[in-house]
């Protein structure tokens, strides 16, 4: 070989190289861009894990407020709930209620609403029951979002309303 069809070897392996590493970089920006846009469709819950970890998470809520434990209550809400309506440990209970021992909540019903970036929010619907020795009877249903933040294995809670709960399951306000 002689020394101009070796350069004109090295160009073309530089120029493959090249073409090769941008087309990695724009996959790789592609795939990162893709990861940290919000999903904002509304879906069924059907991770068996998934409604169960919700269900804990809306059990020991229940749990602080049948236990009266105002300031454990108000880790738990949503931190921008509580900004908004000014919540604190003397009225917090004009705004999650107050529940005596024997109600237990149970998870009606889940759908994931939105997730970016490994934090989901979810719909919930949870049955309040009134347990007593032999039997438990439907009281009242209760909505919230439920936000799990898998980054930093937390929850949060925010009661809303039915008709909050029901317009963003149909879709009407999407």
């Known amino acids: 070989m002689n020394r101009t069809t070796k350069i004109e070897l090295i160009i073309i392996i530089l120029l493959i190289a090249i073409f090769g590493i941008s087309f990695i970089y724009m996959k790789t920006t592609e795939r990162k861009s893709e990861e940290e846009k919000i999903n904002t469709e509304v879906i069924a819950l059907a991770d068996v894990n998934r409604f169960f970890t919700i269900d804990s998470a809306v059990a020991k809520y229940f749990s602080y407020i049948t236990s009266k434990n105002s300031d454990s209550i108000l880790q738990v809400l949503d931190k921008d709930y509580v900004e908004r309506n000014n919540i604190t440990s003397s009225n917090v209970y004009n705004f999650v209620g107050n529940y005596d021992f024997n109600i237990k909540s149970n998870l009606e019903e889940a759908y994931q609403v939105s997730s970016y970036k490994n934090v989901y929010k979810y719909y919930v619907k949870v049955a309040l029951k009134l347990e007593t020795l032999y039997d438990s009877t439907l009281q009242d249903y209760v909505y919230y ?29 999407l």
Do not use: C, H, M, Q
């Open 145 to 173: 979002i439920v936000t799990i933040n898998e980054n930093e294995l937390t929850f949060a809670i925010e009661p809303i309303s039915s008709n909050i709960y029901n317009d963003k399951i149909k879709g009407d306000d």
